[in-house]
Nanobody
Framework: QVQVIESGGGLVQTGDSLRLSCAAS????????LGWFRQAPGKERELVAA????????YFPDSVKGRFRSSRDNAEKTVYLQMNSLKPEESGVYYC??????????????????WGQGTQVTVSS
């Protein structure tokens, strides 16, 4: 079992920045694949960043590429999502997904077996 805890959400204005954190338990954190997903009310969970195991690869969809960055600190068992130039349509609950196999690519939330409770991000216009 892996415990996942997201934090760092809040209310910001259009164009502001925010950094989210995700702490995960487990002795083999460096082997986990990790994903950041956003879910707006009434919508499906959508990928905003995917990190391969040990930070070897990262993927960002075009909608956030160049504005969002993600990194992991394996010693602290934490992954971060730096979000810049935020837009109102990027409001939602942000979730961190963990895949212990290290194989997840972010193609689907179903690739990730463990999730936190999410952290709310609201971007006001």
């Amino acid at each position: 079992q892996v415990q996942v805890i997201e934090s760092g959400g809040g209310l910001v204005q259009t164009g502001d920045s925010l950094r989210l954190s995700c702490a995960a338990s487990g002795r083999t954190f460096s082997a986990y694949a990790l994903g950041w997903f956003r879910q707006a009310p009434g919508k499906e969970r959508e990928l905003v960043a995917a990190l391969g195991w040990s930070g070897a690869t990262t993927y960002f969809p075009d909608s956030v590429k160049g504005r969002f960055r993600s990194s992991r600190d394996n010693a602290e068992k934490t992954v971060y999502l730096q979000m810049n130039s935020l837009k109102p349509e990027e409001s939602g609950v942000y979730y961190c997904g963990v895949d212990r196999t290290g194989m997840a690519t972010g193609a689907s939330p179903d690739e990730y077996a463990y999730w936190g409770q999410g952290t709310q991000v609201t971007v006001s216009s």
